[in-house]
């Protein structure tokens, strides 16, 4: 059983465009990390929510979490080839205290210019 | 943050065979972790190493094939026992802090033939 539903799983789209990651589960997350990887390197934390229903901006990069701290979504602006890469959710199931994460499935980015 | 280093970065290795992976952190650090991740996918936790315990593994991964060593607040390694095809793959270790932020090394690809 996979607690976090990450979708889509591909993405292909022009630079330029908007896109939207979701991750959805049935479980209530005490924190939600989104992180970028690259070919050939580990994960790169890019952000954590940690209170239902906060958005958090980096740049292009909107992230948000659920009221109910179940689900979260990444959402980039104006997407460039340099966004391409493997967007990966993780976080912890409530109440916590492990430092244990669960990773979605991955959502593999590709940006053409 | 701290910075964390993997050596090998690769490796080609016979079957039937045992690799030592190793990881350091430039700081101490007191949770760290070992994943599985194949090429594209999403990572899976093999277990977490804490300084001064035993390493606490994940349903489906036991210590004879993965023996884990957690020496000291900087340094972690996880070996790969008695190789088959079936454990070519990414390794990689991350430490973890605050609110489950994890960092990781650049990873171990491994071929096993």
């Known amino acids: 059983t996979q607690l976090l539903e990450q979708s889509p799983q591909f993405l292909s789209i022009q630079e330029g465009e908007n896109l939207t990651v979701y991750c959805n589960s049935s479980?209530?997350?005490?924190?939600l990390q989104w992180y970028r990887q690259e070919p050939g390197e580990g994960p790169v934390l890019l952000v954590t929510v940690v209170t239902g229903g906060e958005v958090k901006k980096l740049k292009r990069l909107t992230f948000q979490f659920g009221d109910a701290r179940k689900d979260s979504s990444l959402h980039i602006t104006a997407a460039q080839p340099g966004d391409t890469g493997l967007y990966l959710c993780a976080g912890e199931v409530a109440p916590g205290n492990t430092g244990k994460l669960i990773f979605g499935q991955g959502t593999t980015l590709q940006v053409k210019p | 943050s701290a910075v964390i280093s993997q050596k090998p970065s690769r490796d080609i290795c016979q079957r039937g065979t045992s690799l030592t992976i190793q990881c350091q952190v430039d700081?101490?650090?007191?949770?760290m972790f070992w994943y599985r991740q194949q090429p594209g996918q999403s990572l899976t936790l093999i277990a977490t190493a804490n300084q001064g315990s035993e390493a606490t593994y994940e349903s489906g991964f036991v210590i004879d094939k993965f023996p884990i060593s957690r020496p000291n607040l900087t340094f972690s390694t996880l070996t790969v026992s008695n190789m088959s095809p079936e454990d070519s793959s990414i390794y990689l270790c991350?430490?973890?802090?605050?609110?489950?932020?994890?960092?990781f090394g650049p990873g171990t690809r491994l071929t096993v033939l």
């Open positions: 991350s430490w973890g802090q605050g609110w489950n932020e994890q960092f």
């Open positions: 479980s209530v997350f005490s924190s």
């Open positions: 700081s101490q650090v007191t949770m």
